[in-house]
C-alpha cells in the first residue's frame, strides 16, 4: 500500500534509534521511496550507512551539505514527501518541534513540511509523563501531528515503564492505515460548533460556562482528515482551532444560532458539539453595573433559542449530531434528547467522571443512534475519540445517501 510514497525518516538521538533500520527496511519493502533524516545525536547510536544501504538513498544530517546544486535539499525533499515519520523521537525534538526550531536537518525540513507527520516518541518514562512534554505533544496534536503512543515493558534505564518504542512493524502498519485511508468525507461540507457561548450582563460581566472548545476543534480535525470541507462556529475557547478549517468566531447564543443557520442549509453534516447557555439575562446594562448597599443582587433570565432543536425540525438531507454532558442517568438523557431534538446522533459523556469533564484533553464517550446505543469508547485522546465518531457518522451519511439514490 506504501507503493509509490515518498516518506522522510527522521531519526533522533535515543538508544531506539537502532530500530530505525527496521522501520527503513519494512518501508522500502512495501515499495516506498525512504530518505533517511539524522541528527548527529542518532549518528552516535547508528551509522548513517547502515540507513543508506538499507534506503537506497544518500542518508542527511548537515543541513549545509548540499549535494545538487540545482535544489534546496531541505525544501526539495519536504515538497515531495508523503508523509513524515520520525522514530525515534526524543523530548528534545518534540520540543523543537512545538515552538518552531529549526537548527538542524531534521528540524529544519519538518519546518517546512506541509504533508501528514506521524510521530513516535521513545524516552524515559519520567521525561514522557513530565508537564512540558506532555504540553508539547498536545500543541503537535491540535496542528494535527499523529502520534503513535510508546508502548510499555523494559526501557535502557532499567525501569519497567512506558516509554519504550512502538515495535517497527506496528509504527509501519499505522503509518499504511493513516497514509491509505479512505476520505469518506471527501465533497462532503461539514458544520462543527465549538466552545462555550457568553451572556452578556454589562460591559466587563458575562455568564459563560467551562467549555474550552477542544473536543469541538478535535471533531473539525477529524473530519478534515476525511476529506470533509470543514466550517467551525466557534464561542469562548482555550485551544487553538485546526489549521485549514474556515474559522467563525461568535460570542453569545444568538450569535451562533444565526451563524449556524446561515450556513445550515449548504451543510451536509452538522455537528453541535458548543456548549451554549441556556438561558442570558433579560436586560443587557449598557454601562458597568455598580455596587449597591443591598447584600442580594437579582438577575432576570429569560430561555435562549435551543439551536439543536431549531436544525433538528429543519433538517432535510443533513446528518445532525448533538452533545449531551450530564452527570447522571447517561443513557436516559442521552436518548430523550436524541428523540426530542431530532438528531441523528448524540454523544453523551459524564462530565463528573475524571478524564471526560471540561478543559480536559481526554474525554469518556458514548454514541446513541435512533436505534440506542452504538458505541461506548474508553478514555483516550479527544482526537482520538473524535475519529471514532466521525468514522460512524461518516457512514450512516453514506447508507443514507445509498438509500435516497435507491429510493
Not at 453523551?348 to 469533564?357: F, L, Q, W
Amino acid at each position: 500500500m506504501l507503493n509509490g510514497k515518498t516518506i522522510i525518516l527522521g531519526i533522533s538521538g535515543g538508544i531506539a534509534a537502532y530500530k530505525a533500520a527496521t522501520i527503513c527496511s519494512r518501508l522500502v519493502s512495501l515499495g516506498a521511496e525512504v530518505h533517511v533524516m539524522m541528527t548527529e545525536s542518532a549518528a552516535k547510536f547508528i551509522t548513517p550507512l547502515t540507513l543508506q544501504t538499507l534506503s537506497k538513498n544518500p542518508v542527511h544530517i548537515d543541513t549545509f551539505e548540499e549535494r545538487n546544486p540545482e535544489v534546496v535539499t531541505h525544501i526539495d525533499l519536504a515538497d515531495r514527501a508523503d508523509a513524515i515519520l520520525l522514530a525515534p523521537a526524543t523530548a528534545n525534538v518534540i520540543a523543537k518541534l512545538a515552538h518552531g526550531l529549526a537548527d538542524d536537518m531534521l528540524s529544519t525540513t519538518m519546518l517546512a513540511a506541509t504533508c501528514p507527520i506521524v510521530i513516535a516518541p521513545a524516552m524515559n518514562v519520567h521525561m514522557y509523563e513530565h508537564p512540558a512534554v506532555v504540553h508539547n505533544i498536545e500543541l503537535l496534536m491540535q496542528r494535527g501531528v499523529q502520534f503513535i503512543e510508546p508502548g510499555t515493558g523494559q526501557l535502557a534505564c532499567g525501569y519497567v515503564a512506558k516509554g519504550r518504542l512502538a515495535e517497527p512493524e506496528d509504527i509501519v502498519a499505522t503509518l499504511d492505515q493513516w497514509l491509505n485511508q479512505p476520505k469518506l468525507l471527501a465533497g462532503k461540507k461539514v458544520l462543527v460548533t465549538a466552545g462555550g457561548t457568553i451572556e452578556r450582563l454589562d460591559p466587563v460581566r458575562y455568564l459563560t460556562n467551562d467549555s474550552s472548545g477542544k473536543m469541538g476543534f478535535a471533531v473539525a480535525q477529524a473530519a478534515q482528515e476525511q476529506g470533509a470541507e470543514v466550517t467551525v462556529i466557534a464561542g469562548r475557547t482555550s485551544a487553538p482551532a485546526p489549521q485549514g478549517v474556515e474559522l467563525v468566531q461568535v460570542e453569545s447564543a444568538e450569535d451562533m444560532l444565526q451563524a449556524v443557520l446561515a450556513r445550515f442549509e449548504t451543510s451536509d453534516i452538522v455537528i453541535k458539539s458548543a456548549a451554549v447557555a441556556d438561558y442570558r439575562p433579560k436586560v443587557i446594562h449598557n454601562q458597568k453595573l455598580k455596587k449597591t448597599g443591598s447584600d442580594e443582587l437579582v438577575l432576570q433570565l429569560e430561555r435562549t433559542t435551543d439551536i439543536l432543536e431549531t436544525i433538528g425540525k429543519r433538517k432535510s438531507h443533513q446528518t445532525v449530531v448533538g452533545f449531551a454532558a450530564e452527570t447522571e442517568q447517561i443513557d436516559v438523557y442521552a436518548l430523550d434528547k436524541l428523540n426530542r431534538k431530532n438528531c441523528d446522533f448524540i454523544i453523551a459523556n459524564d462530565v463528573s467522571t475524571e478524564g471526560a469533564g471540561f478543559n480536559g484533553d481526554t474525554n469518556i464517550i458514548s454514541i446513541y443512534s435512533k436505534q440506542g446505543l452504538v458505541e461506548r469508547l474508553p478514555l483516550m485522546s479527544k482526537l482520538d475519540a473524535a475519529r471514532r465518531l466521525l468514522n460512524i457518522v461518516a457512514q450512516h451519511a453514506l447508507e443514507a445517501k445509498d438509500d435516497e439514490r435507491d429510493r
